[in-house]
C-alpha cells in the first residue's frame, strides 16, 4: 500500500464559533485559533479539520455556506485564514477544509439568481419541481430539521415551483445532475488547494443523488418527530444509485490532479458500502468516519458492539480503505457524558481515548475532548441555538409531548453540548470571551477546563499526548492486524494490534465496576506498561484485577 501522511496523522476538528475569540465579540475567530495553534502542537496533532468558516448567515452555523471562496467576516479574512495556514504549516500541522456540496445556504448568489425565473441561468443549480395537482409539495419528504412544517419542499411564490431542501428551508439542495454545477464547484475546489489546504472533510457526501422520479415515501412517521404526514426518509437521498458516478467525476476532476486527502462524512455507511467509496481503485475519496459506534441517539457502546464494529472495519482497512477512529465532533454529545462516566470523568476519558487511538484508522479528537468536557444542561430552549433541537422541540410541543418530555429530549441529543465554547480557564466565560458569548458557556467550567487539567498530575491533555506519541513510535498502531480477546466479556475489551516489529496488547475496563479477568497463555509474554490511564501500578498476569475504567497497553 503506498503510504500517504494521514495514515499516521492524529487529527482535530476545530468548531472555530466555540475555539477562541480574540476581539471580544463572543465569536470563536481565526486569530483566536492562530494563537492556541501551539496548544495543538503540544497535544500531539498534526492535522486539523476545520468545520465551515466560510461566509454564511449562520442558520446552521457556517454549514449554510453563502460563499465558498471568503471567510465570513466573523471569522476574520482569506488573510487570516492564510496566517493561520502558513502557521500551521511551520508547526508540521496540516488543514483540511470542510467542503459542503450538497447544499448551499438561501443566500448564495446561484440560489438568489435561481428563484428568479424558470430561464435563469442558474435555475437548474438547485433542484426545482412543480406542485401536486392539489398544489401540494411534490413528495411527502420531511427536512431533516423537522423545520417549518416538517416538509423538505417549499413553496416559491415568484415561479409557482417548490425547491427541494434534506435540510433547512434556507439550506436549499444543489443538483449534481447538472454539469455547469458541477464545473463551478471544481473550480471552487481547486481554489483552496492553491491557496495550500491539505484536503477536505465532505459533508453528507453520499447524499448528493436523490432518488430519480422522486417517488412519495412509504415509511410509517415517528410519531415524536415527524409532523403532519411528512416522513424522514433517508434512503430517498442516501446512496441512491449514482452517487460513485458523481465521486468519481469529483475525483477525476480535482482530487487525483491534486496532493489532498479527503474524508467523508458517511452517513448511512456500513462496513458493507464502504469499500466502494474508499478503496484507492475505486478512484473516489480516501477515508470516511461511520456512525456505527457513534451517533448523536447512541447512548452506549458495548464492548461486544465495540469488537463488532471495529472488527468489520479492520476488514475493509485490509483491503486498503481507512477509517476515521472517533467518539465525537459537533453533531454528538460529549463523549465522556455519553460513553464514559462523569463520575470517573478524567479515568473514562483516558480510557476512550486510549481506544480510538489504538484502534485501526486515523484518531480525530474533536475540541474539548481532551480536557473531558461534559454535557451541557440549560433550563430553557431560548438557551438553545442547534436548528435540529429547534425543530425536534417543536415537533414534540406539536405531537402531543410535555415541555419536560421535549426538553428531556434536546437536552440530550441537543447538538449543542458540543457547542459550548472551549474551557480554557476558571476566569469569566471559562477565557473563551471577555464578550459575551454566542452560546452559554457550560457551568462547570470552574471545575473543568485547560489550566486546570494541565496542572493536574492526572492530566487528560497530557494522556491524549502520550498517545500521539504512542502513534509515532510504535508501527503497530498504524499498521498492526487486530484481534480481540475475551469475547465474551461485558466490561472489559482486550485486543492486539500486531505487526511483524512488535505486539501491543491493549485491555481497558469499560465499566465503573472493577474487574477481575483471566487472560490466555498466549498473551502472557514480556509486558512493558507503555502506557496506563491510572496511577496505580499494574503488571501483565494471568490473573489481573482491573478498577473501574482502566486502560493499560502493554508492549508483549
Ligand atoms: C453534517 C454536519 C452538520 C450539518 C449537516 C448539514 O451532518 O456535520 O453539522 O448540520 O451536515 O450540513
Ligand atoms: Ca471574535
Not at 302 to 326: D, H
Not at 412 to 426: E, F, G, V
Request: negative net charge; proline residues 5%.
Amino acid at each position: 500500500m503506498e503510504k500517504k501522511w494521514w495514515h499516521e496523522a492524529v487529527g482535530y476538528e476545530i468548531y472555530c464559533k466555540s475555539f477562541c475569540d480574540s476581539n471580544g465579540d463572543g465569536i470563536g475567530d481565526l486569530q483566536g485559533v492562530k494563537s492556541k495553534l501551539g496548544v495543538l502542537r503540544d497535544l500531539g496533532v498534526n492535522c486539523i479539520w476545520f468545520a465551515p468558516i466560510y461566509k454564511s448567515p449562520q442558520v446552521d452555523n457556517g454549514y449554510d455556506v453563502s460563499d465558498y471562496m471568503e471567510i465570513d467576516p466573523a471569522y476574520g479574512t482569506l488573510k487570516d485564514f492564510k496566517e493561520v495556514l502558513d502557521t500551521a504549516h511551520s508547526m508540521g500541522i496540516r488543514v483540511i477544509m470542510d467542503q459542503v456540496l450538497n447544499h448551499s445556504s438561501d443566500q448564495h448568489f446561484w440560489f438568489r439568481e435561481s428563484r428568479k425565473s424558470k430561464d435563469n441561468p442558474y435555475r437548474n443549480y438547485y433542484i426545482w419541481q412543480p406542485p401536486r395537482e392539489d398544489g401540494s409539495e411534490p413528495t411527502n419528504w420531511g427536512n431533516y430539521f423537522h423545520e417549518g412544517n416538517g416538509s423538505a419542499w417549499t413553496f416559491d411564490e415568484t415561479t409557482g415551483e417548490y425547491y427541494f431542501h434534506q435540510y433547512s428551508a434556507k439550506m436549499p439542495d444543489l443538483n449534481w445532475e447538472y454539469e455547469p454545477l458541477r464545473q463551478e464547484i471544481y473550480k471552487m475546489l481547486h481554489f483552496w488547494l492553491d491557496l495550500g489546504v491539505d484536503g477536505f472533510r465532505l459533508d453528507v457526501f453520499t447524499r448528493f443523488k436523490k432518488m430519480p422520479g422522486f417517488p412519495m415515501s412509504t415509511k410509517t412517521p415517528d410519531p415524536k418527530l415527524d409532523r403532519k404526514g411528512y416522513v424522514v426518509d433517508y434512503t430517498m437521498c442516501t446512496h441512491v444509485p449514482g452517487i460513485h458516478e458523481i465521486l468519481k467525476d469529483i475525483n477525476k476532476n480535482v482530487f487525483s490532479q491534486r496532493e489532498c486527502m479527503t474524508m467523508g462524512e458517511g452517513a448511512g455507511v456500513t462496513c458493507e458500502l464502504a469499500p466502494d467509496y474508499i478503496l484507492p481503485e475505486r478512484g473516489e475519496i480516501d477515508s470516511l468516519y461511520h456512525f456505527e459506534l457513534s451517533s448523536r441517539r447512541r447512548s452506549e457502546i458495548t464492548p461486544e458492539l465495540f469488537r463488532t464494529v471495529q472488527k468489520k472495519w479492520a476488514g475493509v482497512m485490509e483491503q486498503g480503505g481507512w477509517n476515521i477512529q472517533y467518539l465525537s465532533n459537533h453533531d454528538s454529545q460529549r463523549q465522556v457524558t455519553c460513553y464514559g462516566d462523569e463520575a470517573y470523568r478524567v479515568e473514562s476519558a483516558k480510557l476512550l481515548a486510549t481506544l480510538t487511538h489504538t484502534s485501526p484508522g486515523i484518531p480525530f479528537i474533536y475540541q474539548g475532548e481532551e480536557i473531558g468536557m461534559v454535557n451541557v444542561r440549560f433550563d430553557s430552549i431560548e438557551d438553545y441555538n442547534c436548528c435540529y433541537t429547534l425543530g425536534a422541540y417543536q415537533s414534540m410541543m406539536e405531537n402531543g409531548y410535555t415541555v419536560e418530555e421535549a426538553m428531556d429530549f434536546c437536552s440530550t441529543q441537543s447538538r449543542d453540548n458540543a457547542r459550548t465554547p472551549y474551557q480554557w480557564d476558571d476566569s469569566e466565560n471559562a477565557g473563551f470571551t471577555t464578550g459575551k458569548p454566542w452560546l452559554k458557556v457550560n457551568p462547570r467550567y470552574t471545575e473543568i477546563n485547560l489550566k486546570k487539567d494541565l496542572a493536574s498530575p492526572d492530566s487528560i491533555f497530557r494522556h491524549y499526548r502520550a498517545l500521539a506519541d504512542l502513534r509515532k513510535e510504535h508501527p503497530a498502531v498504524i499498521r498492526g492486524n487486530l484481534t480481540f480477546y475475551l469475547e465474551d466479556d461485558e466490561d472489559v475489551i482486550v485486543y492486539t494490534r500486531a505487526c511483524k516489529e512488535e505486539t501491543l496488547l491493549i485491555i481497558a475496563n469499560k465499566s465503573s465496576k472493577q474487574r477481575a479477568i483471566s487472560l490466555p497463555e498466549s498473551l502472557l509474554q514480556g509486558g512493558e506498561v507503555l502506557l496506563s490511564n491510572l496511577k496505580k501500578e499494574n503488571s501483565l498476569a494471568k490473573e489481573m484485577k482491573l478498577d473501574p475504567w482502566e486502560a493499560i497497553i502493554f508492549r508483549l
